[in-house]
């Protein structure tokens, strides 16, 4: 039998994003009503990933919500910001797995950045498969997020994306890759260890197992958040 769900991935993918609170996980798929799960603890956010892994697509709220919401988060709803994500992808029609081939340049080029940062002195972020691209996730002290600065903080993440596309965008051009937004506070992303079912699959695009390309201890990043919070538009 196929092997659908990597329970030492999610594990994993659990601690990066270091919630404080409630996880929620949304369950995904095209054509059919959206499912969210509000989880308290490790063990049953495992549980709802193995059990719904290669039914629907899973996804969690990346940033911390606010303790003891019962219903899906909206950007008033979080509360702080811990975990910084790129999200590489190959360009190709939408809902359409990627090639082998499509998804080695992606790696390559998550890589490249990977590199650039160790080299320009941060924390190395980690790296995982997402089944058809690659995300680099990079662990930041908790900023804090509040009705004050809930404008600001969004427009700060959207200007790392921005100057992210400039400054690799040699990278992503050779490689026919791009980066997602992924900067809106209450963004999802895909649980490692649970198989991408996006689009129709076939011998040559099939379905992927998301996983883990590195897995060294995450260690926030004061200098990052420093460098961040310095971003001018």
């Known amino acids: ?37 509000i989880v ?12 719904w892994s290669g039914r629907r697509n899973l996804y969690a709220v990346l940033r911390e919500r606010q303790p003891g919401l019962r219903k899906p988060a909206t950007m008033f709803d979080i509360v702080a910001v811990q975990i910084l994500v790129l999200d590489i992808d190959p360009i190709r029609a939408p809902e359409t797995p990627a090639t082998e081939d499509e ?7 998550g890589h490249h950045i990977a590199d650039w940062f160790e080299r320009s002195g941060y924390k190395r972020p980690l790296l995982a498969i997402t ?22 903080v969004t427009d700060t993440l959207q200007r790392f994306e921005s100057w992210s596309r400039q400054q690799f965008r040699t990278v992503l051009t050779k490689h026919n890759c791009q980066i ?3 900067y809106d506070l209450p963004r999802i992303g895909r649980v490692i260890g649970t198989l991408n079912i996006k689009g129709e699959p076939t011998p040559t695009r099939p379905w992927r197992l998301a ?13 990052l958040l420093k460098w961040l919070q310095s971003l001018k538009s």
């Open 40 to 51: 308290k603890d490790e063990d049953r956010f495992i549980e709802v990933c193995r059990n």
């Open 131 to 152: 089944g058809n691209g690659v995300c680099l996730y990079f662990r930041i002290p908790r900023w804090q997020v509040t009705d004050t600065n809930r404008y600001a």
């Open 180 to 182: 997602d937004s992924m």
């Open 103 to 109: 998804l080695s340049h992606a790696i390559e080029v």
């Open 1 to 37: 039998m196929a092997v659908t769900f990597l329970e030492a991935d999610a594990r994993f993918f659990y601690k990066i994003l270091d919630h404080h609170h409630e996880t929620e996980l949304r369950l995904l798929q095209r054509g059919k009503y959206p499912i969210c799960k």
């Open 211 to 223: 996983k883990w390309l590195t897995k060294h201890p995450p260690v926030e990043d004061a200098e």
